[in-house]
């Protein structure tokens, strides 16, 4: 299983930035996919995770301003930033389960890409 992500950069308090994930290699008729992030200092936490059937989990702090997604054609999952906010900073990992989805928390993923560092300044 090979995770790339893109897209990942600075913007103003309020901004917008749209993450993707380049995935090949996994089985894709049974997955969950997911975005974690880390802050500095922090541990890693779940952000959303969509499952092969498209159902959709956020975390609490995501209040309505992410949007996760997938294109299957394309094996990509996105993960639309809205509304960004200072906290929001971090490193943004791409991550994979080959099993059905199973909450948010980072422990359930046993892939990972490399992270692309998103930052928030107010």
């Known amino acids: 299983v090979h995770l790339v992500e893109s897209g990942g950069g600075t913007v103003q308090a309020g901004g917008s930035l749209r993450l993707s994930c380049a995935a090949s290699g996994y089985e894709y008729r049974r997955y969950c996919m997911g975005w974690v992030r880390q802050a500095p200092g922090k541990e890693r936490e779940g952000v959303a995770i969509?499952?092969?059937?498209?159902?959709?989990m956020y975390g609490d702090f995501v209040k309505g301003r992410f949007t996760i997604s997938q294109d299957n054609t394309k094996n990509i999952v996105s993960l639309q930033l809205n509304r960004l906010d200072p906290d929001d900073t971090g490193i943004y990992y791409c991550?994979?389960?080959?099993?059905?989805?199973?909450?948010?928390?980072?422990?359930?993923?046993?892939?990972w890409g490399q992270g692309t560092q998103v930052t928030v300044s107010s």
């Open positions: 991550a994979y389960r080959p099993e059905l989805c199973n909450g948010l928390a980072p422990t359930a993923f046993g892939y």
């Open positions: 969509i499952s092969v059937r498209g159902w959709k």
